[in-house]
């Protein structure tokens, strides 16, 4: 009957009247702690919780509502805020799809910048390399082909109609000259010269066309249809980068030093592209996330230093890199200048390499100021 009544008086005097219970509260807090608790304890099993479950369910949101006054009422433990470890882990994967033929690394492993971690098969990229090669080849010898002009015989043959045009032209300039000596003896006829000068014409136009075709024969093929083979060898190149990416990317390696924290294939398994094969963390992306209360955020500021400490391992330092800019998500309440420690933010600091591979994933840590504020 004491504890009840003492608590109905704790909740209604104090509790629902206090705008600032842990200021003008405190002795009737250490009242509660050093005799109410002990005392309601020993008659009830305190430690096993069955007299909470035995009390009627008024008494329990009682009880309920006295361990939420003493939880906001308690200020970090030696100056410290509750934090784990996390890491941003690097999702391994190969842009390309393929069957994965080699695992160098196995989970737990310790891996060097560059070393080799998997390999896809690949063989039918290879070939399709093999090919366009072949391709880029063959349109590179037909454009050398369309520069030369024609076949080093055919334009011998066309030099030759030239050379046998240049002997008609003498031999009938010589024969138009002996008819117009005779013309102008009256011992051949004027129709006579004319053939003459005819055939004269004739060789000469024989002559030109033979060097014509020549000079077309020597500077080889149209300019439009060389540019045209030329974009169609770019192309052929391109596609040759492309297939060489391909082939490139079927083996993937360490990016950073670190530790393989999981693997999601095996050899035999098809990977699909973009797939992470395997999980690696490297120790400069080991990080400490804590959340610290409105009226102690002004005291951290980014760049500062604080000390991680816990359980099985020496304290590090880190240096804070981000502070939320909003809070986090607490339990609904009326905002009010006395419930500003409700507030929480979400800080993140970073420990050295080197003192970041002590640090487990998921690990509960202390984080506090390596300079106390005063």
Known sequence: MYTEFWSDRFVNNIYLTSPDLCARNSSQIDTLVTQVIPVYGKSMNFLRFDWFFALPITKQALWLTIAALLGSCKPPGNGAWQGYVEGDTLYISAPVSGNLIKLEVERGAQVEPQATLFGL?????QSALLAARAEYEAIQNEINDLHKGLRPDEIR???AEKDLAASGIQLAQLELQRIHNLTAQNMASQEA????????TNQESKYEQASARLDSAQIGARPDLIRATEARAQAAEAKIRQLQWAVDQKQQDAPAAGKVEDVYYRPGEFVPA???VLALLPPDRIKVRFFVDEPHLQSLHLGETVTIS?????????????ISSEAEYTPPFIYSKENRQKFVYLVEAWPEPQDATRL???LPVDVALSTPQP
């Open 310 to 322: 816990g359980e099985g391992f020496q304290p590090i330092s880190a240096k804070i890199r981000f």
């Open 193 to 200: 010269e004319d053939l003459a000068r005819a055939e004269l």
């Open 274 to 276: 973009g797939k992470p």
């Open 121 to 125: 098969d690949p063989q039918p990229d």
């Open 360 to 362: 487990n994933l998921g």
């Open 157 to 159: 043959v066309i030099q």
